[in-house]
C-alpha cells in the first residue's frame, strides 16, 4: 500500500506539469459600515467595474464614488488597479507593502483623473472610499460544485408526475369542448341583412343579360304571294285608326270622330262644338247678331288683350242713352253723349279702364342658396355629385316646402342644415333638418327621406354614408 501511494504521488505532479497551473482568479468583498455585504470569486478573467450605476459589477450607491470606474481592468491578461485621489488603502505586492500614497510617488501612472498600477498573481490589499471598504485578493479557483440530484429510485419517471385522476378529468374535458366547437362550426348559418341582399341584387357581377327577343314572323294571308326569289317573311301591317263614332246626346244620328284619338274621346274640334252648342253660349252669341246688344264689338279683335280692346274701342259707337238715342263718344273723353252728361261709374281696373277686374296679388315665391356638400364617412360617392343631383331634381320640392311659409309670413327667410344618410342601396335611410321652423323643417325632412343617390361603397362593398349641407332659405319676387 504504501508503495502505491508513493508511486500516487509521483504521478500526480507530472500530470499536473503537463496540463499547467490553473491561473488564479479575484476574490472581491465589499465591507459597508463594518459589514460584509457582498463577497464574489470573478471566475471569468475581465474588467471589474465598480460604481454608483446599476450596470456595474459592484454597484454601491455612496457618496465619493463616481459613476462607473473600473477598479480592475484587464490588459493583455493582466490586471492594473484604478484608484483615484479621494481613496485610501494599503496594497501588498512583489513581497512589500505600500500605501496608495506610496503608489503615487513610486509605481503608478498618473491617467487622466484615476492612477493605474499593475498587480500580479499574489497581490492583495484594501481600497477605502467613504464608509466602504473593498477588500481583494488572487486565489487559486476552487472546483465546481456539481449540482445536486436526486437519486434516480428517487427520482421516478415523467408517468410517476401525473395524477391518474387529474389526468383523465383533463382528457374529457379537452374531448368534450372539442366536440362542442365542431358542432357549433358544421351548425352554423351565414344570415344575410336586408340591406346586404339588396346590394347584392343591385351589383354588377350579379346582373343577368336578358336573351335577345326572338323575330315575330308573320303568317302570309290568303291569297298573298312572294315575288321570285324574295324572301318567305311577311311583313307586319301598320295597324290603322279605328275610329269610333260620337254619341249624339241630342237624340240625332251619330256622326263619326273625325280626327278623335285611338281610345274613342272626342277631339278638340268636338269639344269646341259641344261648347258653342250650350244654353249659355247660345244666348251670349245671340246678342252679338246684326241687330243684337253686342253687334257694335264685332269689329273688334275678341282674342286680343285688354288694352289693345280698349285701345281699338276708342272714338267709336259703343253705348246708348235713356232714350235709345245713340251717342257718340269723342277719343280721350270721360263722358257719354253731352258735354253735361254724368260720368260713368263703375269699379276701377288695373288699367284705369271703366271695365275693371280684381286686383292681381303679388306672388312671392322661394329663393334658394345650396352650399356645398360635405362628406362625413368614407366613401366613393362624391359630395360634389350629391349636391348636383339635390340642385337639379330635389330643389322644387324644398321651395314648395319655404312657400307655404311664406303664404303664412312673406318676409320669413332663415338657414337650414340638413344632415342625411345614404344606405347601401343609394335611398336615404335617416335624415335630420334643423335651423328654420318646426313646420318648414319637417315638410324638408319629408322631401328629404324621398331623396335617391348612387349606391356608396367602400373598396369595392356597399356600404352607408353621411352628408351634411347647408341651405339658405329668403323670400323674392
Known amino acids: 500500500m504504501a508503495v502505491l501511494v508513493g508511486k500516487s504521488t509521483k504521478r500526480q505532479p507530472g500530470k499536473g506539469a503537463q496540463q499547467g497551473p490553473a491561473p488564479r482568479i479575484l476574490r472581491i468583498g465589499i465591507v459597508l459600515g463594518g459589514n460584509i455585504i457582498e463577497e464574489r470569486l470573478v471566475r471569468k478573467r475581465e474588467t471589474v467595474t465598480i460604481g454608483q450605476s446599476a450596470a456595474n459589477t459592484f454597484a454601491v450607491p455612496i457618496e465619493g464614488l463616481p459613476k462607473t470606474l473600473p477598479i480592475f481592468e484587464l490588459v493583455d491578461g493582466r490586471y492594473h488597479l484604478h484608484f483615484q485621489d479621494n481613496m485610501d488603502g494599503r496594497i501588498s505586492a512583489g513581497g512589500a507593502v ?13 491617467r487622466g483623473t484615476d492612477w493605474v498600477y499593475p498587480l500580479d498573481d499574489k497581490a492583495r490589499g484594501k481600497i477605502s472610499v467613504g464608509a466602504m471598504t473593498l477588500l481583494f485578493q488572487f486565489v487559486t479557483p476552487p472546483p465546481l460544485q456539481p449540482r445536486p440530484r436526486l437519486p434516480a429510485s428517487v427520482r421516478g419517471t415523467l408517468a410517476d408526475r401525473i395524477e391518474p385522476r387529474l389526468a383523465i378529468i383533463l382528457s374529457l374535458s379537452i374531448l368534450t369542448h372539442f366536440s362542442v366547437g365542431l358542432w357549433a362550426y358544421t351548425q352554423d348559418k351565414v344570415i344575410e341583412r336586408p340591406a346586404e341582399r339588396i346590394a347584392r341584387t343591385y351589383s354588377v357581377d350579379q346582373y343577368v343579360e336578358p336573351p335577345p327577343p326572338e323575330p315575330i314572323v308573320a303568317e302570309p294571308e290568303e291569297g298573298d304571294t312572294t315575288e321570285a326569289g324574295g324572301s318567305d317573311v311577311v311583313e307586319p301591317k301598320t295597324p290603322t285608326k279605328v275610329r ?37 253660349v247660345s244666348v251670349l252669341t245671340g246678342l252679338g247678331g246684326p241687330n243684337g246688344a253686342f253687334s257694335k264689338m264685332s269689329g273688334t279683335d275678341q282674342g286680343a288683350s285688354l288694352d289693345k280692346s280698349i285701345a281699338h274701342a276708342k272714338g267709336k259707337a259703343t253705348a246708348t242713352n235713356g232714350t235709345g238715342t245713340e251717342r257718340q263718344r269723342g277719343q280721350n273723353t270721360g263722358k257719354i253723349g253731352t258735354d253735361k252728361g254724368t260720368k260713368v261709374g263703375g269699379p276701377t281696373g288695373t288699367d284705369g279702364g271703366g271695365g275693371g277686374g280684381p286686383k292681381q296679388e303679388e306672388k312671392i315665391v322661394s329663393k334658394l342658396k345650396l352650399g356645398r ?13 350629391v349636391a348636383k343631383r339635390i340642385r337639379g331634381k330635389y330643389l322644387s320640392g324644398i321651395k314648395r316646402c319655404h312657400q307655404r311659409a311664406l303664404k303664412i309670413d312673406p318676409r320669413a327667410q332663415g338657414k337650414v342644415t340638413i344632415r342625411f344618410t345614404v344606405g347601401p342601396t343609394g335611398r336615404v335611410t335617416r335624415a335630420t333638418v334643423k335651423g328654420f321652423s318646426a313646420t318648414v323643417d319637417a315638410c324638408i325632412k319629408g322631401q328629404a327621406s324621398k331623396w335617391r343617390f348612387s349606391a356608396p361603397k367602400d373598396e369595392g362593398k356597399p356600404t352607408s354614408a353621411d352628408f351634411s349641407i347647408p341651405l339658405l332659405l329668403k323670400p323674392g319676387a
Open 244 to 280: 269610333t263614332p260620337k254619341e249624339n246626346t241630342g237624340g240625332g244620328e251619330t256622326t263619326p270622330n273625325e280626327g278623335g284619338s285611338n281610345d274613342g274621346s272626342p277631339d278638340e274640334a268636338a269639344v269646341a262644338e259641344a261648347i258653342q252648342n250650350t244654353a249659355v
Open 98 to 110: 505600500r500605501t496608495i500614497s506610496q503608489l503615487k510617488q513610486d509605481g503608478a501612472t498618473k
Open 373 to 385: 356638400a360635405d362628406d362625413l364617412s368614407l366613401s366613393d360617392l362624391d359630395p360634389n355629385a
